[in-house]
């Protein structure tokens, strides 16, 4: 029932079919990529009583008593605080986060096909990260673009407002190398980004040095779990 922009949380739609969701039919692509600041702690226990009671069709008490067991007191472990948010590491957390906020995310998909039209636009919703694609964009459309997700996530619903974090707002063109998730996105294909390709040639640098056998074993096993995570991705794709 969920659109098929939504991953994470859903069987065979993890981090790696969101980023081949967003590579589209059309080249020449630019990334928008967004973040939620604070995704979960934006999410109230009333917020999630009124998912569970509204779309869930639960009674009133089954529905205060789920939100229960899904939310803790906002701030540190043992907090007294009586404002009560979606807990942050609870199995349950990101399904919830992004299906309590269900109706915002196709007000965005909305907004995002209607200024991207025919520019084969794309966009994947996982959990708090946001990453949307286009073909023959320029980058001052889509800054222009990233104001108006901006205004939207926080006004599309009086009681929840959702605030990006600026600081991790990224534009980047196919040319200077898009990458999502972690992962490298090439014209049809996809591979591991910046982040693990460094970890895999430290990895083969340190079993150039001398080592004991225990910490030569733990390395190679690193490399090995390296190298099958890169195979998995660019076989996804």
């Given at each position: 029932?969920?659109p098929?922009?939504i991953f ?5 739609l ?9 590579l ?5 692509r630019?990334?928008l990529?967004?973040?939620i600041?604070?995704f ?17 069709e639960c009674?009133?008490?089954a529905?205060?008593?789920?939100a ?7 701030g ?12 942050r590491?609870?199995?349950?957390s990101s399904?919830?986060a992004?299906?309590?906020n269900?109706?915002?995310f196709?007000?965005l998909?909305r ?9 084969d ?8 990260d ?18 108006e997700?901006?205004?939207?996530l926080?006004?599309a ?6 605030p990006l ?5 990224d534009?980047k ?13 090439y014209?049809n294909r ?10 895999m040639d430290r990895?083969r640098n340190?079993l150039?040095?001398?080592?004991n056998p225990?910490?030569r074993q733990?390395?190679k ?12 991705i660019?076989?996804?794709s």
């Amino acid at each position: 029932m969920l659109p098929d922009f939504i991953f994470g949380g859903v069987k065979g739609l993890n981090h790696a079919k969101a980023v081949e969701h967003l590579l589209g039919k059309k080249r020449r692509r630019v990334v928008l990529k967004l973040d939620i600041t604070r995704f979960f702690e934006q999410i109230s226990e009333e917020r999630v009583f009124h998912f569970f009671r509204d779309k869930c069709e639960c009674s009133d008490k089954a529905a205060r008593l789920l939100a229960s067991f899904c939310c803790v007191p906002l701030g540190p472990k043992g907090s007294s605080n009586t404002h009560k948010t979606i807990a942050r590491g609870f199995a349950t957390s990101s399904r919830l986060a992004v299906w309590c906020n269900l109706d915002i995310f196709i007000k965005l998909d909305r907004l995002v096909k209607k200024r991207l039209k025919g520019k084969d636009p794309r966009i994947a919703v996982y959990v708090d990260d946001i990453g949307i694609t286009a073909s023959r964009v320029s980058k001052a459309e889509m800054e222009k673009l990233y104001s108006e997700i901006e205004h939207l996530l926080l006004t599309a619903d009086e009681n929840q407002k959702l605030p990006l974090n600026n600081d991790k707002k990224d534009i980047k063109s196919h040319e200077e190398g898009m990458e999502h998730l972690g992962l490298r996105m090439y014209r049809n294909r996809l591979s591991v980004g910046a982040k693990t390709k460094s970890k895999m040639d430290r990895a083969r640098n340190k079993l150039k040095r001398e080592l004991n056998p225990g910490e030569r074993q733990y390395i190679k096993d690193r490399q090995t779990s390296l190298s099958r995570y890169k195979r998995y991705i660019e076989k996804k794709s």
